[in-house]
């Protein structure tokens, strides 16, 4: 006696399984944190600030993963966009965009994170310009004090 069980793939030759669109691999700080180094070295951004040093301690420093650099001023816009670019190729989907002043902000989400761009083209600051990119973990309970810095504006 034979029996067989399925999904409705009893009689249709050669048919297999789909392979689930979405990974299956964990989506970390780590693999965030990775992605974001990744994506601002190849775009042009020098080495960043990876720490959260001088800020309030507590759990939610577990769910965020931040990076900040000084670009020079001459190709800082280019690499900020550039950057933007290479997170929108792994799949990163822009979710809010817009400029206040001579700040660019791109809000960009992922599998239950947000990336907060940031360019900051402010004049005064010589020949840098500060670019971020930090990534918030859905649900991460933010202190009051900084939740601006890491949220987006609009």
């Given amino acids: 006696m034979t029996v067989t069980a399925g999904c409705g793939l009893v009689g249709e030759e050669g048919a297999a399984p789909k392979p689930s669109p979405v990974p299956t691999v964990p989506f970390t700080k780590e693999t965030v944190t990775g992605e974001i180094a990744a994506v601002a070295g190849t775009a042009g951004l020098p080495a960043g600030d990876t ?3 001088g800020l309030p301690a507590g759990d939610w420093q577990e769910c965020i993963a931040p ?3 000084d670009a020079p001023a001459a190709g800082a816009a280019d690499a900020f966009e550039a950057a933007v670019r290479q997170l929108r190729q792994q799949d990163w989907e822009i979710v809010s965009s817009h400029a206040e002043q001579d700040v660019t902000f791109r809000t960009l989400a ?5 990336v907060y761009a940031r360019h ?5 600051f010589g020949t ?3 670019v971020s990119l930090t990534a918030v973990e859905d649900g ?3 202190p009051e004090e900084i939740r601006g810095d890491y949220e987006d504006p609009a």
């Fill in 140 to 142: 991460c309970e933010l």
């Fill in 128 to 130: 840098e310009q500060i």
């Fill in 110 to 114: 992922k599998r239950g994170w947000k």
């Fill in 120 to 124: 900051y083209a402010m004049a005064g």
């Fill in 51 to 53: 720490s959260t040093a």
């Fill in 67 to 69: 990076w900040m650099g």
